[in-house]
């Protein structure tokens, strides 16, 4: 019985309409203890693939948190200055307009500090009213070289500024910087310069 099982089973993409893995016609010729053996084969291969995918989702979730969690020890020892020259880097952002509050906006200026491989948001206050401000969160991320501004929910995207390593940001550079990210800044001035590590001479 088993061979005829596996050879009716071997013409599984020849038909249309299948019960339980089995062509129609195929099926129609079966006795009940043939569909019985086809439906049990049938429901333990489903369950075999459900607990690989299931194995193989929570081995991509773990290696998706270590890697999470070595990018943020990375990044921690950055700050604490234990990195190679232009891991640490200042960048402030003042004029020009944000859109907050559904227009564009002149606003407060900012400036913050990124480690390379860090990934954040960035609280942004209008400057326009003394009794209502509009608040908003700019994207920023730094990794190898790159200094991206505008990012959609802090990750990578093309509509963001994009600035490159510049030997000019040792003593800082400045630039006049256009987004098409979620606050489009318009005419800001991005000023970047680098932070010294352990050991570092300036």
Same mark, same amino acid.
């Given at each position: 019985? !088993?061979?005829?099982?596996?050879? !009716?089973?071997?013409?599984?993409?020849?038909?249309?309409?299948?019960?339980?893995?089995?062509? &129609? @016609?195929?099926?129609?010729?079966?006795?009940?203890? &043939?569909?019985?053996? /086809?439906?049990?084969?049938?429901?333990?291969?489903?369950?075999?693939?459900?607990?690989?995918?299931?194995?193989?989702?929570?081995?991509?979730?773990?290696?998706?948190? @270590?890697?999470?969690?070595?990018?943020?020890?990375?990044?921690?020892?950055?700050?604490?200055?234990?990195?190679?020259?232009?891991?640490?880097?200042?960048?402030?952002?003042?004029?020009? @307009?944000?859109?907050?509050?559904?227009?564009?906006?002149?606003?407060?200026?900012?400036?913050?500090?990124?480690?390379?491989?860090?990934?954040?948001?960035?609280?942004?206050?209008?400057?326009?009213?003394?009794?209502?401000?509009?608040?908003?969160?700019? $994207?920023?991320?730094?990794?190898?070289? !790159?200094?991206?501004? +505008?990012?959609?929910? /802090?990750?990578? +995207?093309?509509?963001?500024?994009?600035?490159?390593? +510049?030997?000019?940001?040792?003593?800082?550079?400045?630039?006049?910087? +256009?987004?098409? $990210?979620?606050?489009? !800044?318009?005419?800001?001035?991005?000023?970047?310069?680098?932070?010294?590590?352990?050991? @570092?001479?300036?």
């Amino acid at each position: 019985m !088993l061979w005829r099982l596996l050879f !009716l089973l071997m013409f599984l993409g020849a038909c249309s309409t299948t019960h339980f893995g089995v062509p &129609e @016609e195929a099926w129609n010729r079966m006795g009940e203890a &043939e569909r019985l053996e /086809a439906m049990r084969g049938y429901n333990e291969r489903a369950r075999l693939r459900e607990e690989a995918a299931q194995r193989e989702a929570e081995a991509r979730r773990q290696g998706e948190r @270590e890697a999470a969690l070595a990018r943020e020890v990375r990044v921690r020892a950055i700050h604490e200055g234990r990195g190679r020259p232009g891991d640490l880097i200042r960048v402030s952002i003042q004029g020009g @307009e944000a859109r907050l509050g559904g227009k564009h906006r002149a606003y407060a200026p900012l400036a913050f500090s990124l480690a390379s491989g860090e990934v954040r948001q960035v609280e942004v206050l209008s400057a326009e009213h003394k009794h209502m401000s509009y608040r908003a969160r700019l $994207g920023v991320a730094y990794e190898d070289g !790159l200094l991206l501004i +505008d990012t959609p929910d /802090a990750g990578n +995207d093309a509509r963001a500024g994009h600035l490159t390593f +510049d030997p000019a940001w040792r003593h800082g550079g400045r630039y006049r910087l +256009d987004t098409r $990210g979620p606050l489009e !800044l318009r005419g800001v001035e991005v000023m970047v310069s680098t932070l010294p590590m352990w050991g @570092e001479r300036r």
